[in-house]
Every structure is written in C-alpha cells, then in structure tokens.
C-alpha cells in the first residue's frame, strides 16, 4: 500500500516539474493568475490528475492473512480440542465397554426357550405276596400266574425281585455247588446255582 502511494507522489512531482519549466519564463516576474495561487495554498500535490483514487492508509490488503490478536477467539482453559480426524459421537449415545460384543442390527437374537417340566411317572410299587398268597411257598409261579407284558420270558425265580421270596427258607451254603444235594429242584426255570441264590440266600 505504501509502495503504491510513494509511486503517485513520485508521479506528481515528475507532472509539476514538468508543468513548471514549460511556463514559467525566467524574465517574466509578473505575479501568477490568482486561481493558480489558490489551488497551490489548498492542495498538498500541485496538478494531481481527476482520475487517481488515493486509497486510505487503514485499507486491509487482500493477501494479507495475519490475525490481529485482539480479534482472535481464544479457547478456555479447561476446554480440549480434539484431532481433526476424531469423530465426537452425540451426547445422547452410550458407548459400550470395550469387553461387551453387540450383535449388529440386523441378527435377531433367540429368546430364551423355556422348556416344559417332564412328568415324571413313578412305577406302581408291586405288591410283596404274604402268608395269605394262595401260593404261598409254592415255586411254580406258572401254575396259576399266566405270563404278560411284565414277565413274558422271565423265569419262575425271577419273579422273586419284586415280589418277595413267597416264603422260601433261607439259603445254608455261599458256594456254588447247590445242584450237588438239590439236583432237579423244583423242576424247568430253575437253574442253578443262580435260581438257588436268588429264592434261598444266606
């Protein structure tokens, strides 16, 4: 900006100088017109051309980019500017702990099935047959017992695990040697010495 105003006056001192020696005459001493004495007391820069604009000393110039301080906006103290590549999420959303895995948006997470209780049915207790059993220490189980769901296949011995010995006497030997003494006891379904243990233990 200075440059430019130290150019104009340069330029009008060069114009003045030059309209000086072109009328004035050395022999002439008669006084000058009167506006011209005029306009040389009320003007700085004699023969300044119409059209030169005279910026003011305070205009801002365009390529210059300093800040002046006191229009600078300082931030508190306590306020902490972030990177310019973090993003800042709103305060209205909850970030969870790093631990915690969230599914994304588009898995449906299966509710928690709750199966039913199981019933369980406990089997009817079998009854033990007594001293009033029609066939009360009889071992032929199959002379009035017909077989059915329960006991098809099973032997007359067999009958012994949930229906009680049917008042058979109690065994006089741990050997195995049963069929020794008592060979053909009770006849079919009986074999020995298993039948023997199980109807007669000691």
């Given at each position: 900006m200075r440059h430019l105003l130290y150019k104009t006056l340069f330029l009008a001192i060069v114009l003045n100088l030059a309209a000086c020696s072109t009328t004035s005459d050395p022999a002439d001493t008669s006084a000058p017109p009167a506006d011209s004495a005029a306009n040389?007391?009320?003007?700085?820069?004699?023969?300044?051309?119409?059209?030169?604009?005279?910026?003011?000393?305070?205009?801002?110039?365009?390529?210059?980019?300093?800040?002046?301080?006191?229009?600078?906006?300082?931030?508190?103290?306590?306020?902490?500017?972030?990177?310019?590549?973090?993003v800042i999420p709103p305060e209205d959303v909850v970030i969870p702990p790093e631990d915690v895995v969230v599914p994304p948006e588009d898995v449906t997470v299966p509710e928690?099935?709750?199966?039913?209780?199981?019933?369980?049915?406990?089997p009817p207790v079998p009854p033990v047959v007594g001293s009033g059993h029609t066939g009360w220490k009889k071992p032929k189980c199959w002379g009035c017992h017909t077989a059915d769901d329960h006991n098809t296949t099973l032997d007359p011995y067999q009958c012994v695990t949930c229906h009680g010995k049917n008042g058979a006497p109690a065994g006089h030997s741990s050997g195995d040697g049963c069929g020794t003494c008592h060979s053909g006891k009770h006849g079919a379904g009986f074999p020995t010495p298993v039948s023997c243990k199980t109807c007669h233990p000691k």
């Open positions: 040389d007391a009320t003007l700085d820069i004699p023969n300044q051309p119409e059209d030169l604009v005279v910026p003011p000393e305070d205009t801002a110039n365009p390529d210059d980019t300093t800040i002046d301080p006191e229009d600078a906006v300082v931030p508190p103290e306590d306020v902490v500017i972030p990177p310019e590549d973090v928690e099935i709750v199966e039913p209780p199981i019933d369980v049915v406990e």
